[in-house]
């Protein structure tokens, strides 16, 4: 009798302590101590890219296949981790999708022109900069638009949900009527049908449309900071460290600068490479 009820204690004392490991998240410092070796275990890295934006990420609707600077990226850090870098899956995000996914666990990182900011800092971990861009104005050749100072109250400013270039046109702007769309195509059209008198977000991304379309053009200097950082989960310390090393050892071997020379048209200065 004495041994059963000693059995019950311990079965009792017990309990709490197997709740807390079931109800412990991913993402924990746990969790994160053992993400690098899971990707790894599974063979191939799910990654998070845009299939909207031009130069970065760009889904073609003939072939199926997305092309960009950060596909490449991506491509980059698969063969780090497996010597392949088709062992890569690649899932459309937009900017306001891309954290909800990588939060859920759906994808492993986002690589998908995300500036790294403070309060994006809240909720997901950042590696180093991978990529300077600025925030800057994309109009239809002979606009009266021509810089940040041109945009009066009521002037119609096309950009995108979820993205820090939508925040920082209504501090610098107060007055100016801004209208959002879910990704780079939408905002882009909504332009180019008459919607919008001018679309912001980084000048890279515009560049990429006026590429697309010659009758618009980038004015104007950039009035912004833009650095892009891989996101991983919260407290993937392991992870980021090692996507950290990967960037590093990318641009001291020549394979940032191809990739940049490919999409960009001409090499990075140094800046970009610190």
Same mark, same amino acid.
């Given at each position: 009798?004495?041994?059963?009820?000693?059995?019950? %204690?311990?079965?009792?004392?017990?309990?709490?302590?197997?709740?807390?490991?079931?109800?412990?998240?991913?993402?924990?410092?746990?969790?994160?101590?053992?993400?690098?070796?899971?990707?790894?275990?599974?063979?191939?890295? /799910?990654?998070? %890219?845009?299939?909207? !934006?031009?130069?970065?990420?760009?889904?073609?609707?003939?072939?199926?296949?997305?092309?960009?600077?950060?596909?490449?990226?991506?491509?980059? $850090?698969?063969?780090?981790?497996?010597?392949?870098?088709?062992?890569?899956? $690649?899932?459309?995000?937009?900017?306001?999708?891309?954290?909800?996914? $990588?939060?859920?666990?759906?994808?492993?990182? /986002?690589?998908?022109?995300?500036? /790294?900011?403070?309060?994006?800092?809240?909720?997901?971990?950042? !590696?180093?900069?991978?990529?300077?861009? @600025?925030?800057?104005?994309?109009?239809?050749? @002979?606009?009266?638009?021509?810089?940040?100072?041109? /945009?009066?109250?009521?002037?119609?400013?096309?950009?995108?949900? @979820?993205?820090?270039?939508?925040?920082?046109?209504?501090?610098?702007?107060?007055?100016? !009527?801004?209208?959002?769309?879910?990704?780079?195509?939408?905002?882009?059209?909504? $332009?180019?049908?008459?919607?919008?008198?001018?679309?912001?977000?980084?000048?890279?991304?515009?560049?990429?449309?006026?590429?697309?379309?010659?009758?618009?053009?980038?004015? @104007?200097?950039?009035?912004?900071? #833009?650095?892009?950082?891989?996101?991983?989960?919260?407290?993937? %310390? #392991?992870?980021?460290?090692?996507?950290?090393?990967?960037?590093?050892?990318?641009?001291?071997?020549?394979?940032?600068?191809?990739?940049? #020379?490919?999409?960009?048209?001409?090499?990075?200065?140094?800046?970009?490479?610190?």
């Amino acid at each position: 009798m004495l041994s059963y009820k000693r059995w019950l %204690v311990g079965i009792v004392f017990l309990l709490p302590l197997l709740a807390l490991t079931g109800c412990q998240k991913k993402g924990s410092s746990t969790d994160a101590q053992n993400e690098l070796e899971m990707v790894k275990a599974r063979g191939k890295l /799910i990654v998070g %890219v845009k299939y909207d !934006t031009n130069l970065f990420g760009l889904k073609d609707p003939a072939t199926g296949e997305v092309k960009g600077f950060d596909v490449d990226i991506a491509k980059a $850090l698969a063969k780090k981790l497996f010597g392949d870098e088709n062992k890569v899956e $690649l899932k459309s995000v937009v900017s306001k999708t891309r954290i909800p996914l $990588l939060q859920q666990g759906d994808i492993d990182c /986002i690589i998908a022109t995300m500036t /790294i900011t403070p309060e994006r800092g809240k909720q997901v971990l950042f !590696t180093d900069s991978y990529f300077d861009a @600025g925030q800057s104005l994309l109009v239809k050749k @002979g606009s009266p638009i021509k810089s940040l100072a041109d /945009i009066k109250p009521g002037v119609r400013v096309v950009t995108v949900k @979820g993205s820090t270039p939508a925040k920082r046109i209504r501090e610098k702007v107060p007055g100016a !009527t801004v209208l959002e769309f879910d990704n780079y195509q939408d905002a882009f059209m909504a $332009l180019k049908t008459g919607k919008g008198d001018v679309l912001t977000t980084d000048n890279v991304i515009l560049l990429g449309m006026s590429k697309q379309d010659p009758n618009y053009v980038v004015v @104007g200097k950039n009035f912004s900071d #833009e650095p892009y950082g891989i996101a991983v989960r919260k407290g993937e %310390v #392991e992870f980021a460290n090692y996507i950290n090393d990967f960037l590093k050892e990318i641009k001291s071997d020549g394979t940032y600068d191809a990739i940049y #020379e490919k999409w960009l048209g001409a090499k990075p200065d140094s800046a970009a490479k610190e």
